[in-house]
């Protein structure tokens, strides 16, 4: 069944429960291991509906996570970030009991600081706390609809410069306060990139805003101070309760996202308990 026909019919292999008045949905009756290419397309259509979609009650390994992420496209492998022993695809995210850095923890959307940015990603609770760690989400696609026209108009041709610097450089906040050796994530030498702020999402033609908090330098033609007022301003118009969801991680949880339209922050609110998490990530387009 094609995805068009989908629109316009109920879901008839999975349920789907919307998770907020916004977006994202919950998904239930389906085993990820075990999918044909019916199913498939139901829950490509509830991501392009709903931008995150979450499911419990999983098994992964990280063979079947992999294989599970190509039935949506090429995966990614992450340019600084070693990938699982034998599983080129597919990384662990691992927080010890006693390190304070926290992978992902803030605003943020997948591989921003490259020329194609991810698609999507596919997150799996290995082992996580009972309490603390949630992710937050929020819809760009609601963000850029609360603009007003004005703002709109601003920004229909602004660009944003995004840096790996922030985050994988030599200076970076991670390599300061330590990097679990779990992870095995290295330095890198400096890049930068352009994207638009204003971004059309390339399969439901619906604008939103993108943006990329913890890998912003500056917006094209201007200096670091000169953008830092207005940036702040959109950051904060885009993460307003009203467009954010939250998600309690549990074993054998997943939550999938499509990086277009959507950002995220993982929290780093437990100490002194391990979490650790397998992730694999999906090669996505240049933002127009």
């Given amino acids: 069944m094609q995805a068009a026909e989908l629109r316009n019919d109920p879901f008839r292999r999975i349920t789907v429960v919307p998770f907020t008045g916004v977006f994202g949905a919950e998904i239930s009756g389906v085993d990820l291991n075990n999918l044909d290419d019916e199913t498939v397309a139901e829950i490509r259509e509830a991501l392009l509906r709903y931008s995150v979609v979450f499911f419990k009650g999983q098994d992964f390994t990280p063979e079947a996570q992999a294989a599970f992420g190509r039935r949506f496209g090429v995966l990614n492998r992450h340019p600084y970030v070693k990938p699982m ?56 696609y609601a963000a850029y609809d609360r603009l007003t026209d004005g703002m709109k108009a601003m920004l229909a041709d602004l660009k944003a410069i995004y840096t790996n610097a922030n985050t994988y450089g030599k200076d970076a906040d991670r390599f300061k306060v330590g990097v679990s050796k779990a992870m095995k994530v290295q330095p890198a030498a400096v890049k930068e990139v352009a994207h638009p702020v204003i971004r059309t999402h390339p399969e439901t033609g619906r604008k939103g805003l993108y943006l990329s908090p913890i890998h912003f330098s500056r917006f094209e033609g201007m200096t670091p101070e000169e953008s830092k007022p207005l940036f702040d301003t959109l950051v904060a118009h885009a993460t307003q309760p009203e467009v954010t969801c939250r998600f309690r991680w549990q074993n054998g949880a997943v939550a999938m996202w499509d990086n277009r339209c959507t950002m995220h922050y993982a929290i780093n609110d437990f100490s002194g308990v391990g979490r650790t998490m397998q992730r694999v990530t999906l090669e996505g387009d240049r933002p127009v």
């Fill in 85 to 140: 022993d034998g599983h080129p695809d597919v990384f662990r995210i691992v927080k010890e009991p006693t390190d304070k850095h926290h992978f992902g923890s803030g605003w943020h959307t997948d591989l921003a600081y490259t020329e194609t940015p991810a698609l999507g990603t596919i997150l799996y609770g290995v082992d996580v706390p009972e309490a603390g760690g949630d992710t937050m989400f929020a819809s760009q």
